[in-house]
């Protein structure tokens, strides 16, 4: 079981930039793909961003691609997102999660693929 603490967040005017951190503890941190989503309020959580457990393959929503990067560091038991050029609509809660899965070859984009949530982080973006 992995276990995430996001971390972040804050209050940013549109068009710039914040950089979420994603920190795991647990022996297989390694091992999986990690997510990240966000909820705004009203709304259903949606996938951002996800990179497979080794690093090499990416998947964005494509309301984020070109502004937003997901990078990993496993020795450092930490999974990034990069976020630039931010909107008002990017506005939400953001979640990390561990894919069920270890070793998927693909990045998963659905809920249902995820388990381990961290509490979340908030990003707020004033226009």
């Known amino acids: 079981q992995v276990q995430f603490v996001e971390s972040g967040g804050g209050l940013v005017q549109a068009g710039g930039s914040l950089r979420l951190s994603c920190a795991a503890s647990g022996r297989t941190f390694s091992w999986h793909a990690v997510g990240w989503f966000r909820q705004a309020p009203g709304k259903e959580r949606e996938f951002v961003a996800a990179i497979i457990w080794g690093g090499g393959t990416t998947d964005y929503a494509d309301s984020v691609k070109g502004r937003f990067a997901i990078s990993r560091d496993n020795a450092k038991d930490t999974v990034y997102l990069q976020m630039n050029s931010l909107k008002p609509e990017d506005t939400a809660v953001y979640y990390c999660?561990?894919?069920?899965?270890?070793?998927?070859?693909?990045?998963?984009?659905?809920?249902?693929?995820?388990?381990?949530w961290g509490q979340g982080t908030q990003v707020t973006v004033s226009s």
């Open positions: 999660a561990a894919d069920s899965v270890a070793y998927r070859r693909y990045a998963a984009s659905h809920l249902h693929d995820y388990d381990s």
